[in-house]
Each structure stands twice: as C-alpha cells, then as structure tokens.
C-alpha cells in the first residue's frame, strides 16, 4: 500500500529555466491536487483533477504555470520561466473522490530558484 | 467564500501539559473541517475531521476537536503534550460540495522537556 509520492524530492534551478515536478497518487484515487507551500505560510491551492473531468485550474498564480494528468495516474506540474518567487514546497494529494475533503499528501517536492 | 484563520502561528506547552491550538472559521456552506499535522521533513497526514455528525471529533494521537457553530469553531486539544507531539499543524475548511478546501497559515507547536 504505497502512498502518495513525489519526484524529485528537492530540485534547485536558475531563473527563467523550466521545471517538471512529478506525482504519483494512490491507486485508485480518482482526485488529484497540487498545493504550494512557501515558507512558513500554509497551503495554497493550485490546481485540481477529477477522474477525466476538466480540471480546476483556478489556482495556478500565473500562465508559466500548467499542469496534465494522464488519466487517474501520474500528474506533473510545469513551471516555465520559474522565477525567484516560485521557490516554495510543492505538494501533491490525492483522495477518493472529490468533495470527500480526506486527502492523502506526497512529501513534497521543495523548489530553490537561484 | 471560504476561510479559516489559525489565531497562534507558534505555541509552546511543556510536556504533560494540555494542549490548545485555536481555529475559526468562515464559510457560506455548511462546512466540514479538519486538521493536519505536519512533521518535519514528513507529508501532511490528517488528525482528525468533522463533517456534521458528533460536533465532538476525536482522531488519532489523543487529540480531539470540538465544532462549534455558534462560535464558528474548531479549535484543537490534547490533554496531555507528548514530545513527538512537536510539528506544524493546519486547520482546513472545505465544502463538501465543491472543490474548495482551504488551509489555515498553520501553528507550530513546540513541546519542552
């Protein structure tokens, strides 16, 4: 019984360069989230996927901002042009359906934008 | 809209002593709340949830919540503070309707010896 995991577990990049964060939810979870955590500040929504739903995309900060879900599989979230305040922990959740708010977390994927 | 507001960023108590982590809340709907509790370098796991049944909720570790509408409530307790209690934990408001969950800034909690 594998949870929620995320790749890479730390990823450090220069600005205006592109980055590609990876999650792997728990089978069988038809929901998907990413949230942000910057330093000490809670969770920020971002992004959201429903079985083949159209996702919730009414999060992301900015257009470098995307994300793709293959199904009720893996899902990465690009950031293009990663700026300097992207830095931050991504996470990634999953639960078994929407609405039902217990979502299980990844560890996290921490951001450095030099 | 949605939102909750953790009232202490940081709280310390001594081992063996209660715990109290405070939380209010706003939402148009009838809401369902939890907390999370953050370890160091570990995942959010979930503590323990409300979602209108018993306004009393208790969830793992020997923590409980207590929903209180009138006071748009749901603070956190412990009675007794244990050292692997020390983490960041975050109060969450959703709708269980929409997909609309929203975190608190969180408060650390720091147990001394």
């Known amino acids: 019984g594998a949870g929620v995991s995320q790749s890479p577990s730390n990823k450090v990049t220069e600005k205006g360069k592109d980055v590609e964060l990876r999650c792997d939810p728990i089978s069988g979870h038809t929901a998907l989230y990413w949230y942000r955590q910057r330093l000490g500040q809670g969770l920020e929504f971002l992004i959201y996927?429903?079985?083949?739903?159209?996702?919730?995309k009414s999060g992301l900060p900015s257009d470098r901002f995307s994300a793709e879900r293959t199904g009720e599989s893996v899902s990465t979230l690009t950031i293009q042009r990663t700026q300097q305040e992207d830095s931050a922990v991504y996470l990634c959740?999953?639960?078994?359906?929407?609405?039902?708010?217990?979502?299980?977390f990844g560890p996290g994927t921490r951001l450095t934008v030099t | 809209a949605q939102s909750v507001t953790q009232l202490d960023s940081h709280v310390s108590v001594s081992e063996g002593t209660p715990v109290l982590l405070r939380c209010n809340y706003s939402s148009s709907y009838s809401p369902s709340l939890f907390w999370y509790v953050q370890h160091p370098n570990k995942g959010l796991q979930l503590l323990l949830k409300?979602?209108?049944?018993?306004?009393l909720v208790k969830g793992i570790n020997g923590f409980e919540a207590e929903f209180k509408k009138s006071e748009t409530s749901f603070h956190l307790t412990k009675p007794s503070a244990h050292m692997s209690d020390a983490a960041e934990y975050f109060c969450?408001?959703?709708?269980?309707?929409?997909?609309?969950?929203?975190f608190g800034a969180g408060t650390r909690l720091t147990v001394k010896p």
């Open positions: 969450v408001v959703s709708d269980t309707n929409r997909n609309d969950m929203r």
């Open positions: 996927f429903q079985g083949n739903s159209a996702p919730d």
């Open positions: 959740a999953s639960s078994l359906e929407q609405g039902k708010g217990e979502q299980y």
């Open positions: 409300y979602t209108s049944a018993a306004t």
